[in-house]
């Protein structure tokens, strides 16, 4: 099994910056793509951005240019570095890691963002 671990959220100001961190443990070599999804109150869970096995990234268009995801394998972590944050971007923030056919399969248990206008 994995064990995905998230840390960072917390309240801050818009405009300001936070990240958040993912540690990963257990069978970590069934880990491919990893990434993070948000929900806020009401709302679905949305993929916000993903890292794949390799390097490439993709984020969703609401955040691009403010956020950036990155991965150190070393450390079995995966990164997300929010600057600039708006009050839209209040939500929990999950860490998932998908499985060896592509499912998002490992999930954290999320981490609050809160973001004050």
């Known amino acids: 099994q994995v064990q995905l671990v998230e840390s960072g959220g917390g309240l801050v100001q818009a405009g300001e910056s936070l990240r958040l961190s993912c540690a990963a443990s257990?069978?970590?070599?069934?880990?491919?793509?990893m990434g993070w999804y948000r929900q806020a109150p009401g709302k679905q869970r949305d993929l916000v951005a993903v890292i794949r096995s390799g390097t490439s990234t993709n984020y969703a268009d609401s955040v691009k240019g403010r956020f950036t995801i990155s991965r150190d394998n070393a450390k079995n972590t995966v990164y997300l570095q929010m600057n600039s944050l708006k009050p839209e971007d209040t939500a929990v923030y999950y860490c998932a890691a998908t499985d060896g056919i592509g499912l998002w399969r490992y999930w954290g248990q999320g981490t609050q963002v809160t973001v004050s206008s």
């Open positions: 257990g069978s970590i070599f069934s880990i491919n793509d």
